[in-house]
């Protein structure tokens, strides 16, 4: 069965210092790979997926992912973080032909002024 | 422009009661899912449904009723026989597909005991 582990529950980090969120998954089979961004009581929007191609995806607010096949890693990257990326992040997987999507537990970015 | 529409957004419930959240989305998808999120556990999957008139139970589906009767509409109900209902309540939808697609959620619903 696929599963979602995020290495960190909470990651601070001053402003315009670069970030890395850290994500591993576990799956037998093709996976897609998706990155959510939660801010305060509301819902996640997409920041970013993984279907095929360039193992380096580029998505919003300047973030990326570097999907890892060897090491069942989808770790995201920020070079220069701001203020208002405050937020949580989720890492979410789904299999090929899956209906469903698995999330890890969330890693809450703090930015520091 | 189109989007997921939760409502209300503040809800409580007393005890023994039954209380419905409101899924409404307008973007022609063919999936949609009911979430509950609680501090530190991530999501968790309550009910989903690939089509009107057919739904699936997901992780945690007890205590918890939905229909699908619409397509563009995915009711939950929180019945009393769900001891521990405080949570945030997240609904989404997705473009049919073989999972490539990605979610999309609305604002949620954040329901607490009176």
């Known amino acids: 069965a696929q599963s979602v582990t995020q290495l960190d529950s909470q990651v601070p980090v001053f402003e315009e210092a670069p970030v890395e969120l850290r994500c591993n998954y576990s799956?037998?089979?093709?996976?897609?790979l998706f990155w959510y961004v939660q801010y305060p009581n509301q819902g996640l929007q997409l920041l970013l997926k993984y279907l095929s191609g360039s193992t380096l995806v580029k998505g919003i607010n300047g973030f990326e992912a570097e999907f890892n096949k060897s090491q069942t890693s989808f770790h995201l990257r920020k070079p220069s973080v701001h203020i208002s990326d405050t937020a949580e992040y989720f890492c979410?997987?789904?299999?090929?032909?899956?209906?469903?999507?698995?999330f890890g537990q969330g890693t809450r970015l703090t930015i520091n002024p | 422009d189109g989007g997921i529409t939760q409502s209300p957004k503040y809800l409580f419930r007393k005890e023994g009661q039954n209380v419905t959240l409101s899924c409404e989305q307008n973007l022609n998808h063919d999936a949609m899912y009911w979430y509950r999120q609680d501090p530190g556990q991530g999501l968790r999957l309550i009910y989903y449904s690939q089509i009107v008139n057919d739904f699936q139970k997901g992780d945690i589906a007890e205590g918890y009723s939905v229909s699908r009767e619409k397509k563009e509409s995915f009711p939950l109900t929180v019945t009393s026989a769900q001891k521990n209902p405080t949570a945030f309540y997240l609904c989404a939808s997705r473009m049919g597909g073989w999972g490539n697609q990605p979610q999309h959620f609305g604002d949620g619903t954040r329901l607490s005991i009176l």
């Open positions: 799956s037998s089979v093709s996976v897609y």
């Open positions: 979410a997987v789904s299999e090929w032909g899956a209906q469903k999507l698995v």
